[in-house]
């Protein structure tokens, strides 16, 4: 089984800073088609989980341009580039390379 | 618009049975894999299994082989997940998700609002 690990677990920021969270795999993410199949997803309180990111860089529909995400192989980030309160809630990355797993999730609240 | 809707909060006791469901619209339910996703009290995210309704094909985790049963009826757009016996520890949320399609292949796109299982003697 892949395994993903995020760092950190929590992570608390000041409005109009950014965040990062990183998300290591335990064996590369890419698929023997050539693709690298990484997402993210932001779960607000009391709320389903949201696609944010696919393919590692792309970002899902109505998501705003404030998300980014970067990496290859096993080493993968997720950017914030100013926190808005909307943000707050737990961030997780996702790989389906091989089946689906789930990194345990980051909490982005403010300071 | 793409909906998952999924039934409603469910409170049995150990060894009761229980069917969930997912109902989808907005898009072919047929042309998509939705898959089930478990969350524990305060935990992460756990993928159950999937299932694609225009022919039942379904695959299932190996954490979940045999402890779940996932099936679809595709006359009237909803997925299912179901258990013969329930266990306090099957007290979580679940979750209905697709699969999206082209450059989303694989992804889970859409979800639904989750349907709370607490079971508890």
């Known amino acids: 089984d892949i395994v993903m690990t995020q760092t950190p677990l929590s992570s608390p920021v000041t409005l109009g800073q950014p965040a990062s969270i990183s998300c290591r795999s335990s064996?590369?993410?890419?698929?023997?088609?050539?693709?690298?199949?990484l997402s993210w997803l932001q779960q607000r309180p009391g709320q389903p989980p949201r696609l944010l990111i696919y393919?590692?860089?792309n970002r899902f529909s109505g998501v705003p341009d404030r998300f980014s995400g970067s990496g290859a192989g096993t080493d993968f980030t997720l950017k914030i580039s100013r926190v808005e309160a909307e943000d707050v809630g737990v961030y997780y990355c996702?790989?389906?390379?091989?089946?689906?797993?789930f990194g345990q999730g980051t909490k982005v609240e403010i300071k | 618009e793409v909906q998952l809707v999924q039934s409603g909060a469910e409170v049995k006791k150990p060894g009761e049975s229980l069917k969930i469901s997912c109902k989808g619209s907005?898009?072919?339910?047929?042309?998509?894999?939705i898959g089930w996703v478990r969350q524990m009290p305060g935990k992460g995210l756990e993928w159950m299994g999937i299932?694609?309704?225009?022919?039942?094909?379904?695959r299932y985790s190996p954490s979940f082989q045999g402890q779940v049963t996932i099936s679809a009826d595709k006359s009237i757009s909803t997925a299912y997940l179901q258990w013969s016996s329930l266990k306090a520890s099957d007290t979580a949320m679940y979750y209905c998700?697709?699969?999206?399609?082209?450059?989303?292949?694989?992804?889970?796109?859409?979800w639904g609002q989750g349907t709370l299982v607490t079971v508890s003697s």
């Open positions: 064996q590369s993410l890419v698929h023997s088609d050539g693709n690298t199949y």
């Open positions: 996702m790989q389906a390379t091989q089946l689906w797993t």
């Open positions: 393919k590692i860089s």
């Open positions: 907005g898009y072919s339910f047929t042309s998509y894999w």
């Open positions: 998700a697709r699969i999206g399609f082209g450059e989303l292949l694989s992804y889970f796109d859409y």
């Open positions: 299932i694609y309704p225009g022919d039942s094909d379904t």
